[in-house]
């Protein structure tokens, strides 16, 4: 019910872009705010941006003005344009299902990996 793909990451040297994409499955996607996740190694996972089924958003201070969410609901598809990226952007990216400021809906996928490196 909630199989969630992410993909787009890579390697990319500081200041440049990636977008990653998240493809969900089911019927659920339209229902619930989406999220954006990272965990760097030997870190937790901290929430990055998130955007509600009307397209609201909201980000974390460190990525504000460099990030964009987006979706398209018809394709059940989340997005994540990085511009400006940084060294400490790097991480494993995961999308979720946002129930609450410290909650998601769905079980952690396998993320897809960003690494920002000169």
């Known amino acids: 019910q909630v199989q969630l793909v992410e993909s787009g990451g890579g390697l990319v040297q500081p200041g440049g872009s990636l977008r990653l994409s998240c493809a969900a499955s089911?019927?659920?996607?339209?229902?619930?705010?989406m999220g954006w996740y990272r965990q760097a190694p030997g870190k937790q996972r901290d929430r990055v941006a998130t955007?509600?089924?009307?397209?609201?958003?909201n980000y974390a201070d460190s990525v504000k003005g460099r990030f964009t969410i987006s979706r398209d609901n018809a394709k059940n598809t989340v997005y994540l344009q990085m511009n400006s990226l940084k060294p400490e952007d790097t991480a494993v990216y995961y999308c979720?299902?946002?129930?609450?400021?410290?909650?998601?809906?769905?079980?952690w996928g396998q993320g897809t990996q960003v690494t920002v490196s000169s």
């Open positions: 955007i509600t089924r009307g397209g609201s958003t």
């Open positions: 979720n299902y946002v129930l609450g400021p410290n909650s998601v809906l769905g079980s």
């Open positions: 089911g019927s659920i996607f339209s229902i619930y705010t």
